[in-house]
Each structure stands twice: as structure tokens, then as C-alpha cells.
């Protein structure tokens, strides 16, 4: 199956699996999206990046777009996917003048955006079609435009447990910040951080303030690696 197809098939579904795989966590995804686009958006105040027009790369039912408006104060959002289905709900849901969805294909390769964000994605592309999205996010992107790429640990093992009990995690083949790394150098990327976050269950919440001293260690069950386009 490809992975248009298999995506598509999920459409309609896709927040009733990914909340029955989540739940051995404690959490649904809504925790998780709202946790990682306020972490980036601290990261952006640091290092005084104030995006206006942004991408999400595979943004699925495009979940994720209100709260780039609201917690990263972007002015436009072009959400890309390979699933067709998706973007039709997504549209449905989240479209508007400031919002837009299409396929990553038909997107104008301008070179002027400020930001692409791109969450749990890397590990559903083949491995040989990596290098290609890279580039590909290299190019929407205008110099010193900002990458935040997140990815499922693959040390972590809670990570391994949810995507065990995930329906469209099947076959999935998980990639290390070290591979994220190397493929975004070699298409001349600058590495800024790798950060990680999600130590901590629902069971554990009153330990999670300590996440923010802990994210440069290898413990969270996502990663982010932020970079610039040189």
C-alpha cells in the first residue's frame, strides 16, 4: 500500500487510533500537539525567530493548525500531505483565507517561507525517499528559515510501546536525531538543537516541570531537531 493510500484510509479515523494507542500514556493527542508546538514556540522566542508564514509538512486532518496561529503567532499556515482524503478534512475543518491545504506536489516552491514544521512523519517515509523530503523542505524554506522537525525516540521505550498499539504505525521504521542530523546537513542545513521532550506519564505529571532541565538528554519520547537553512 502507499502511502497516500494508506493514509487515506485513516481520514476519517486517524484521532480515534492515534487516542486508543496514546491511552496507555494517559494522555490524548491533544496534550502531546499543544506540549510540542508551546515548546517550539519558546525555542523560537530564544533564539528571536518570529515566523509569519509557515509550512506543516504531512499535517494529516490538519489537527495542529489552530494552535500555530495561537501559540506561534504565525499569519499564514500551508498545510502539504500525501493523503488526499485528509486534506479534504482537514479543508473541511481548519481552511480559510489564513489556512490553506494541498498536495506537497502542487505547493509553488518559492523559497520564502520562515518555518516548516513537520511532526511524526520521517519514520512512515521509505528510507531511500528521505534525503528527497529534505530537500524538498529545503526549498519552501527561505535562507535562515527555520526547520522543527520532530521524530518518535527510538530508545525510548514507551515510545515502542505506543507505536506498537498504533494502527498506522505498522512497518514503520523509526529513525535516530543522528540520521536527522546527517540528512539535514547534507542538504545544507546549520543544526541549532536537539531537544527532547515527554519523559514523564500522566502518572508522573508532577515531575514534568523537570523536563525543561532534562531536554538535552536522550530520554523523551520525541525529539526535536531545529535547524536552519543556510
Given amino acids: ?47 528571536s525567530a518570529r515566523p509569519r508564514q509557515m509550512m506543516d509538512y504531512a499535517c494529516g486532518i490538519g489537527s495542529t493548525t489552530p494552535l500555530l496561529f495561537s501559540l506561534l503567532g504565525v499569519n499564514q499556515v500551508i498545510g502539504v500531505d500525501v493523503s488526499s482524503r ?16 494541498l498536495p506537497a506536489d502542487e505547493y509553488r516552491l518559492a523559497g520564502d517561507l520562515d518555518l516548516v514544521y513537520c511532526n511524526g512523519t520521517f519514520h512512515h517515509i521509505q528510507v531511500t525517499e528521505r534525503e528527497a523530503v529534505v530537500d524538498y523542505i529545503a526549498r519552501v524554506l527561505r535562507p535562515g528559515g527555520v526547520l522543527a522537525l520532530w521524530e518518535n525516540n527510538p ?23 543522528a540520521e536527522i542530523r546527517r540528512l539535514l546537513r547534507k542538504s545544507g542545513f546549520r543544526i541549532e538543537r536537539t531537544d527532547f521532550l515527554f519523559i514523564f506519564p500522566r502518572l508522573l505529571a508532577w515531575l514534568r516541570p523537570l523536563e525543561k532541565w532534562l531536554s538535552r538528554l536522550p530520554f523523551g519520547g520525541q525529539y526535536q531537531v531545529l535547524a536552519r537553512r543556510t
Avoid: W
Avoid at 87 to 101: E, P, Y
Avoid at 156 to 164: A, D
Fill in 86 to 101: 485528509s486534506l479534504d478534512v482537514a479543508t473541511r475543518m481548519h481552511g480559510s483565507r489564513r489556512a490553506t491545504f
Fill in 155 to 177: 530508545f525510548n521505550p514507551g515510545t515502542r510501546l505506543i507505536m506498537s498499539r498504533c494502527e498506522f504505525d505498522v512497518g514503520a521504521v523509526l529513525v535516530t536525531p
Fill in 1 to 47: 500500500m502507499t502511502p497516500s493510500a494508506h493514509f487515506d484510509s485513516y481520514a476519517e479515523s486517524y484521532d480515534a487510533a492515534l487516542s486508543r494507542a496514546l491511552a496507555v500514556s494517559g494522555e490524548g493527542k491533544d496534550f502531546y500537539a499543544r506540549e510540542r508546538v508551546q515548546f517550539l514556540a519558546g525555542i523560537l522566542r530564544r533564539i
